[in-house]
């Protein structure tokens, strides 16, 4: 097992990117989030012998850390709209969503195909989850996570038609407060998630959250059959 650094003891302005190296492998993991981390490749400026660009497993724990505390989330009126006319279901399609968030354009991204088979077996362990929005018939926005316990670690989200992204946030926080999720994290803070209702916090007082939703009365916490709406 691959020794990370203990958060509680590292100096305080110690910069979002603590670690690098282990794997993706389900122990590592499930050890990782546990511990407050979360993982993304980084790219370094050298190649390997087939001329392509050489990538490290880069652990962060950002010193600022954006949460949804449960009942936090701002509704607005087309987002309630939205929501009555979309279905939304719960992990029967969770590699199509990650596949889907993959292809969201962003400056640095990080899913890749060794992201997507390490998460679709820590899904099929249990452990990952998905949260699937339909118009239609159609996978039209949804996001992903690792979730256990009492915690779900929000990895990424997409949208294809308006509020559709907000529409399956909104639904993973009825179903976390239905089974008794304590804490959502959301990694970094934007302008949007800020919107949203996403708070921050410093790293040591997510560090006291992860304590307490891990803790051993929260073992019986479990997700819903894949597909079962929540109310």
Sequence with gaps: MYLFPDLE??????????????????ATLLYAYSQGYFPMHLHQDDENDEG?????????????????????????KSMKQSYNKYECRIDTCFKDVIEMCRNVPRPLGWIDDEFIRCYVQLHELGFAHS???FYEGELVGGLYGVGFS??????SMFHIKRDASKVALMH?????????????????MTDHLASLGAVEISRAQYLELIRSSLSENQDMVTWPSAGKLVY
């Design 172 to 188: 993973l926080l009825k179903v976390a407060k239905a089974i008794g999720i304590m804490l959502i994290d959301a990694q970094w």
């Design 9 to 26: 003891t590292i100096d305080p302005q110690t910069q979002d990117l603590i670690t690098v190296g282990a794997d993706l492998e389900p």
């Design 150 to 155: 009492a915690f779900f670690a929000g990895e």
């Design 131 to 133: 949260i699937e929005i």
């Design 52 to 76: 392509q660009e050489t990538k490290v497993i880069g652990w962060f724990s950002p010193k600022s850390r954006a949460i949804f505390p449960i009942n936090s989330l701002r509704v607005t």
